[in-house]
């Protein structure tokens, strides 16, 4: 597994002596770095392209003048190397860290001293011969030793600087980058913490995760592995995937089984690549750089965070790794979390349909009716395409719609004949007894309004408050509707559950009046033969059930 990628000192070296080439081409210094390697054949010798207008000879000028470099210790004298064409030649050794490197070959041939008109005139002031000077003794303090001697350090000590100069900047750059890196790192796993919500299920959670991990650590795939082992154990579920290649299901359960052993072996992410070593496993051919990290509950594996080949670069490093254990680390607490969730709302469901059922159980005739009716309401409020969270909201108030008629006597509800006002004002009187128990309950107060309104008509005939069109909450207007579609298709006291098709008419027919006409179309425009059929099954079940409970019970 490779780490960050370090800065190349040798690189850095010769980029710095590319911008002093550059700068003594400018000044038309003509000049060639020549890299220092004591074990290379002469032959062998690995001279940069000069910069500057040299001779056809500056190859074997190098080659001479690197020569005793090669030869010696790296702080002996050297003599200063002479130019066979005759101009004149510095060399300049290059050292880092005091560690000979290389030599700079620079060659002054377009150098001349030139009679220039002030030259002319300070000269006789001067007391000096022009003509003399210039033929002497400029051309004597030109000369290779002297030059030698003069930009020997100069050249150096601008070498080292540039060095220095682009290794910060090289640094700093580095930096820039890892500050970036890290930024969109916290950005992420502040997004993850944000989304963490246990009523968001794993498939949502875990495909945005996917898309905003594959960004992050520019995976070619992000892939989540997990399994339910409290009611599927070893069964693999591919929860969210985003980008290529697609993978088949015989490729994730291998995946799926590969990763579960070496997470369980041994504690830690697997690694796998072709890079540092031969794969550990052989793959999948879309599959060339993999790393993942395992998903765990205490000592209980749970699944995987997979990342797949690497956008780039050849493989993952361990940024990404520490980044993948990170989000690993975040899933299993949203996994745990919503497990429980789940297990808290299958408890209270549970206890909320031992209390309807209770409810139900006052009236033979009506068994199983609050289930039913949680169902239907359900299924219309999918159609509208409502929240999740409306939609359970929805659903309790279908089970929990009757729970006033704990408070009726059960005299009056299972009376077979007409009710007399006074029975009539009994039973008015249930929607609010439910308000009234649900009331106190904070988690039932998203419920409480249509437990409320479920017997107000759309024309504002009904009870208990009169409310009329769109002031009764839709969740009322929706618990309405299934209420009357399942007491007519169902048995009741006073007379047999009509036909499917009789009960469709009775709701067009009291639509805009006691139905919402927009939901009443809705409601018809649906599957209600698939509807019915998977009513009359619960139905039967919930018969069977009763029918075994009162034997019992008898």
Same mark, same amino acid.
């Given at each position: 597994? %490779?780490?960050? %990628? ?48 040299? &001779? ?66 300070? &000269? ?21 030793? +002297? ?56 498939? +949502? ?54 990763? %579960? ?56 490093? !361990? ?11 975040? !899933? ?29 159980? %006052? ?50 509800? &299972? ?12 039973i008015n009187r249930h929607p609010q007894i439910g308000a009234n128990i649900l ?20 024309d504002g005939s009904g009870y208990p408050r009169n409310l009329r069109g769109e ?18 298709? !169902? ?21 805009? +009046? ?10 018809? !425009? ?29």
């Amino acid at each position: 597994m %490779k780490t960050a %990628k370090t800065h190349n000192k040798t690189g850095a070296v010769e980029k710095a002596c590319l911008q002093v080439q550059q700068l003594l081409a400018s000044f038309g210094v003509a000049s060639v770095f020549c890299p220092l390697d004591r074990d290379a054949p002469a032959e062998d010798l690995s001279l940069s392209a000069p910069l500057g207008n040299l &001779c056809d000879r500056w190859n074997d000028c190098c080659r001479k003048a690197l020569w005793p470099w090669r030869q010696s210790a790296p702080d002996e004298k050297k003599s200063p190397a002479a130019c066979p064409a005759g101009f004149i030649m510095t060399v300049v050794p290059v050292r880092q860290k005091r560690q000979l490197v290389g030599i700079l070959v620079c060659c002054l041939k377009e150098l001349r001293c030139q009679k220039t008109e002030s030259l002319q005139r300070i &000269c006789p002031k001067l007391g000096l011969d022009g003509a003399a000077l210039l033929e002497q003794e400029l051309k004597d303090a030109l000369s290779g030793s +002297t030059l030698t001697q003069m930009l020997e350090p100069v050249l150096q000590n601008l070498i080292e600087k540039t060095r220095i100069t682009l290794e910060n900047n090289d640094e700093l750059e580095a930096l820039s980058n890892s500050l970036s890196q890290s930024y969109e790192e916290l950005a992420l796993l502040h997004r993850i913490s944000d989304r963490m919500r246990i009523t968001q299920p794993p498939q +949502t959670f875990f495909s945005n995760l996917c898309r905003d991990l594959k960004e992050v650590v520019d995976a070619g795939k992000m892939l989540v592995l997990w399994s339910e082992q409290d009611r599927h154990p070893g069964a693999v579920q591919r929860v969210a995937t985003s980008g290529p290649p697609e993978l088949n299901e015989t490729q994730i359960e291998l995946l799926w089984q590969r990763t %579960k052993n070496e997470m369980t072996r041994a504690p830690g992410v697997l690694i796998d690549s072709n890079v540092d070593g031969p794969y550990r496993h052989q793959w999948p051919k879309p599959i060339h750089s993999l790393v993942g990290a395992p998903i765990r509950r205490g000592e209980t594996f749970l699944g995987a965070v997979l990342a797949l080949n690497k956008i780039n670069r050849a493989d993952f490093d !361990s940024i990404d790794t520490k980044l993948l254990m990170s989000v690993a680390n975040q !899933s299993a607490v949203y996994l745990d979390n919503f497990r429980l969730y789940k297990d808290l709302q299958e408890l209270l469901i549970g206890a909320l349909r031992a209390l309807t059922s209770s409810i139900d159980a %006052k009236d033979p005739y009506t068994c199983g009716h609050s289930e039913r009716v949680a169902l239907i309401a359900r299924w219309l409020a999918e159609r509208l395409a409502l929240s999740p969270v409306q939609v359970n909201n929805i659903y309790l108030a279908g089970l929990l719609h009757d729970v006033g008629k704990i408070g009726v006597s059960e005299t009056v509800l &299972c009376k077979p004949g007409k009710l007399t006002a006074d029975e009539f004002e009994q039973i008015n009187r249930h929607p609010q007894i439910g308000a009234n128990i649900l009331g106190g309950i904070k988690q039932m107060e998203q419920v409480t309004p249509a437990v409320l309104s479920h017997h107000e008509h759309f024309d504002g005939s009904g009870y208990p408050r009169n409310l009329r069109g769109e002031n009764i909450p839709l969740a009322g207007r929706v618990i309405m509707l299934a209420d009357s579609f399942d007491a007519m298709t !169902s048995d009741r006291t006073y007379r047999k559950a009509l036909p499917r098709d009789t009960a469709l008419a009775e709701i067009r027919r009291f639509s805009g +009046t006691q139905f919402d006409p927009a939901l009443a179309e809705l409601f018809l !425009s649906g599957n209600v033969k698939k509807l019915a059929d998977h009513l009359q099954n619960v139905k039967s079940t919930q018969e069977s059930s009763d029918r075994l409970y009162r034997r019992i019970m008898n």
